[in-house]
């Protein structure tokens, strides 16, 4: 009975309240935090083609493209392109590229809405870094642990002298 009461004004509460709407991006703008994880940047001119990035992506929203040009870095000319539509956002590629070559940026939501599924697919010379935009993942962000704690040796006890 107590039960039912509770939720009767519970109901009632709630019925007078008004609803908790944001108007992004009218009155307020998207959401974001420090670390927010979005759209990737890719720096092509430190990209070594080595498919790290595509291995470990779990949800395979990244394949090796091939792109015209001479790139140093580069000799098979293959790049990654990420399909955002697949992207769980989850920094894998970020963190598992040897050369630093990938990093996220806070564009996420409402920037990237469309309203064409063939915008999604983001070839290497679309990945630069879009204008406006903070870096929120990158290698040089991250903070190893700190080192194990390791006890003081024991001093052996002195020996008694006479
Ligand atoms: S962020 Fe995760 S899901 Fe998205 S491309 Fe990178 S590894 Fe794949
Ligand atoms: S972006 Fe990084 S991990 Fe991916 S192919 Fe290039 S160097 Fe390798």
Sequence with gaps: MVMVLSSIILGLKYLFTRPYTRLVPEKEPPFKTET????????MEKC???????????????????????????????????????????AMCVEVCPTGA????????????TDNKETTMYMPYQLTPPEGHKL???????????????????????????
């Excluded at 927010?36 to 720096?43: C, K, P």
């Excluded at 929203?61 to 769980?88: H, S, Y």
């Excluded at 990938?102 to 809405?113: F, N, P, Q, V």
């Design 36 to 43: 927010t994880r979005g759209r990737h940047v890719l720096f």
């Design 136 to 162: 929120t993942v990158t290698k040089q962000k991250w903070i190893p642990p700190p080192p194990m704690f390791k006890p003081k040796p024991k001093v052996p006890p002195k020996k008694a002298t006479r």
């Design 48 to 90: 070594t083609g080595c498919t790290m990035c595509q291995r470990v992506c779990p949800a395979d929203a990244i394949q090796m493209v091939k792109v015209e040009g001479e790139w140093k870095m580069n000799r098979k000319k293959i790049f990654p392109r990420i399909d955002m539509q697949r992207c769980t956002f989850c």
């Design 102 to 113: 990938l990093a996220m940026t806070d564009m996420t939501g409402w920037d990237m809405t």
